[in-house]
C-alpha cells in the first residue's frame, strides 16, 4: 500500500532520488539528506504506514523485516564493534516529520546521551 503524498513512499518507487545503502523486495534504507551523526541511514518498509503503533495495528511484521535490514547493513559496515543507535519518532512532539514509518540508524562517531534533559 502507497500513500500518493508520501516523500518516502516517493522515494520507493523511484520519483525521487536517493542513495541506497540497502534494498530488498520489503525494505528499503538510504543515507539522510540531514544526518545528525557520520553515518545516518533511514531504514522503511515499502509499504505505508504512518509510524510505530500503525505499523504495529496493521503488519507488525514489518518490524522484523526492517530490523533484519538493519542487521544485515550494521553488520556489513562493522558497525556492531563500536555500536549504533536506532531512533523512531512518533508523533509532531517526538520530531517526526514524515509520517511514513521509519527509523534512523546512526553510527560512526561517539553519539551525546539520549534526549535533551
Known amino acids: 500500500m502507497k500513500n500518493a503524498d508520501c516523500i518516502f513512499c516517493k522515494i520507493v518507487e523511484g520519483k ?21 551523526a557520520s553515518i545516518h541511514y533511514l531504514f522503511i518498509h515499502k509499504n505505508h504506514t504512518k509510524d510505530v503503533n500503525d505499523m504495529s495495528s496493521i503488519d507488525p511484521q514489518q518490524f522484523v523485516e526492517i530490523f533484519a535490514g538493519i542487521k544485515a547493513v550494521t ?27 521509519h527509523f534512523h540508524v546512526l553510527a560512526g562517531e561517539p553519539l551525546n546521551g539520549f534526549g535533551s534533559r
Open 16 to 36: 525521487i532520488p536517493s542513495t541506497k545503502v540497502f534494498e530488498n523486495d520489503k525494505v528499503l534504507a538510504f543515507k539522510d539528506l540531514r544526518p545528525n
Open 75 to 101: 553488520e556489513k559496515e562493522n558497525l556492531t564493534e563500536k555500536g549504533f543507535r536506532v531512533v523512531s519518532n512518533t508523533g509532531p512532539n517526538a520530531g517526526q516529520t514524515v509520517f511514513h514509518t
